[in-house]
DNA sequence: ATGACTCATGTTATAACATAACACAAGGCC
DNA sequence: GGCCTTGTGTTATGTTATAACATGAGTCAT
């Protein structure tokens, strides 16, 4: 993302979602193609910036006249996951688009605010190293990496 | 907890569920009680150092012959996870006893290993003040904190 | 160009996880 | 006793996710 994203969502969300889908399609030039219902499924994802459910994403469909059963949803998300382009909040189950394009995105840390249900998505090595450095002390090797915070946002704190 | 637990229980397992029991007997003497359903799914949760799962727990209950309806599980979860006696591990839809006993408890932070399926607790305060912090960075104000961690033990990566 | 292979999709059914809503019982307490 | 709070029982249902099997669309070596 070449753009600040604010926990409000006040920026250009047209640019957000076409260069999320453009990063899409330069990831996927391989075997790993980025097909219609995939690609359909993302979009929805970038609809917002507030992590979506599965089945919100098939009611999406269902109203979009292309109606669509769980699995076709699930394959597609586990697709976008396997390519880092979206993040399972495991805290909320529900999805967002990944708005990092760095190597380690999927290590990244969300800050979820319960009021107005954006996630932020974080990206911060020192964090990354302090959480990973912590298991090693416990000899851990660690595969997968899920930090949620759940709170209220700045703009939400303003608000109250 | 006044011993040490490692990841593969290699500990006097009965010293610990009697020492969680009593504590949670100590901790619910007000208008909280710790009835009869409620201390026997506590139990439950404590047989191992893994997470549980409430249709884990519901099968365990059948067997003793005590069978129990899930709302009776759910129940008595949500009480064990208010008064901080159990965690939920969000990640894997399951539940843990609480090892900790201190404030801050609930901010504690999990090491899952994927081969064992142990759940080591760790409650860190380095790390918790590094991720208020990162949170404060953007304005958040934190109320509650997942951050699970899977990847593989000490004992298992020996064991490979 | 066809057979074999791989990858993606469609479809049915069901598994796994969680709660709503209502009825009832037990104990405190004025 | 009447009232209130807290906990439990029960039925039903809501929500999230996957298993299993059939079909189709593209590639590619022979």
Redesign the interface.
């Known amino acids: 993302m070449d753009h600040a994203i604010t926990?409000t969502g006040q920026h250009d969300h047209a640019h957000c979602v076409s260069s999320a889908l453009a990063a899409a399609e330069a990831r996927c030039t391989g075997t790993a193609k980025l097909t219609q219902s995939r690609r359909r499924v993302l979009e929805i994802v970038w609809e917002s910036h507030r992590p979506v459910g599965a089945y919100d994403i098939l009611d999406r469909m269902a109203k979009d006249g292309n109606p669509a059963k769980p699995p076709t949803v699930y394959r597609a998300l586990n697709f976008l996951l396997e390519q880092g382009l979206v993040h399972r909040l495991?805290?909320m189950n529900a999805f967002i688009g990944c708005g990092s394009t760095s190597v380690d995105g999927h290590a990244a840390?969300f800050?979820i605010?319960?009021d107005c249900n954006m996630a932020?998505e974080?990206d911060?090595p020192?964090?990354r190293k302090?959480?990973d450095q912590?298991?090693r002390n416990?000899?851990?090797?660690?595969?997968?990496?899920?930090?949620?915070?759940?709170?209220?946002?700045?703009d939400c704190?303003k608000a109250a």
Chains 1, 2 share one sequence.
Not at 146 to 154: D, F, I, P, R
């Open positions: 926990p495991e805290s840390q800050l605010c319960r932020l974080l911060d020192t964090l302090a959480l912590a298991a416990s000899g851990f090797r660690v595969d997968r990496r899920v930090v949620e915070l759940s709170g209220v946002c700045a704190q």
